[in-house]
C-alpha cells in the first residue's frame, strides 16, 4: 500500500503535502504607513455575499494591526515571485516595501506589482481560531492577469508542485 499510515503523522506533515498557493496579505496603518506578510491559510468562503478567509498567526507581528484594519489586500503571488514570498515572511518586517514596487488600491491597502491577481476586502468579521485569528474578507474590488500562480508543497517554493 502507497499509503504511509501512521497515527502520528502531525498535521503540519499532512498539511506540507497539501499545495496551495501563495499570498502576500496587506494592509496600512492609519498613518498610511504600508505592512504585509507572507500567507497561504487563503481561501474562499461564500460566492453570496463573495467573501474569503485568512489565518493570521498571534504571534504574527501584523495580528495586532491586521484584526482593526478596515481593509486588505490578498496579492496571490505570480511563479516568478518566489523571492517576494521570502521577503515577505523574513524578519524583520520594517522595510519590506522599501524599494519594492506596490501601489495603493482605493482603501489604501498595497497591491504590489507583478502578482498573478489580487483582492481587495473590506473586514467582515475577526473569528477565534486556536492559535490563529481568521480574518474573514467581504471582496470589494479583484483584479486578474495571466500570469501563472506560484505555488508551496511540501515546504517548498516553486512553479509547480512536487
Ligand atoms: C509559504 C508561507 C506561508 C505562510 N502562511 C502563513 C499564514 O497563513 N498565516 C500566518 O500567520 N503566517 C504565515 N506564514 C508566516 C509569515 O509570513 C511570517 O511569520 C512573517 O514573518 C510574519 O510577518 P509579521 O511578523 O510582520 O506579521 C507563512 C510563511 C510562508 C513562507
Known amino acids: 500500500m502507497d499509503l504511509r499510515e501512521q497515527a502520528d503523522a502531525s498535521l503540519r506533515e499532512v498539511m506540507s503535502i497539501y499545495?496551495?498557493?501563495?499570498?502576500?496579505?496587506?494592509?496600512?496603518?492609519p498613518d498610511g504607513s504600508p505592512y504585509g506578510?507572507?500567507?497561504?491559510?487563503?481561501?474562499?468562503?461564500?460566492?453570496?455575499?463573495?467573501?474569503v478567509l485568512v489565518c493570521i498567526g498571534h504571534t504574527s507581528?501584523?495580528?495586532a494591526r491586521l484584526i482593526v484594519a478596515p481593509a486588505f489586500t490578498v496579492n496571490v503571488l505570480a511563479a516568478d515571485q518566489e523571492e517576494v514570498a521570502s521577503r515577505f515572511s523574513r524578519d524583520p518586517s520594517e522595510g519590506?516595501?522599501?524599494d519594492f514596487p506596490w501601489r495603493r488600491a482605493v482603501s489604501g491597502a498595497p497591491v504590489?506589482?507583478?502578482v498573478a491577481a489580487w483582492l481587495e476586502c473590506s473586514v467582515h468579521e475577526v473569528l477565534a481560531g486556536g492559535d490563529?485569528?481568521?480574518v474573514v474578507?467581504?471582496?470589494q474590488r479583484s483584479a486578474v492577469s495571466d500570469?501563472?500562480?506560484l505555488l508551496f508543497h511540501r515546504g517548498r517554493l516553486g512553479p509547480t508542485a512536487k
Not at 499545495?19 to 496603518?29: I, L
Not at 506578510?37 to 468562503?45: Q, Y
Open 96 to 98: 519590506r516595501f522599501q
Open 132 to 134: 490563529h485569528s481568521i
Open 37 to 51: 506578510l507572507t500567507v497561504n491559510s487563503f481561501t474562499s468562503l461564500s460566492l453570496e455575499p463573495p467573501l
Open 61 to 63: 507581528s501584523s495580528h
Open 19 to 29: 499545495p496551495t498557493g501563495v499570498t502576500v496579505v496587506a494592509a496600512s496603518d
Open 112 to 114: 504590489l506589482d507583478g
Open 147 to 149: 500570469r501563472p500562480a
Open 137 to 139: 474578507g467581504r471582496v
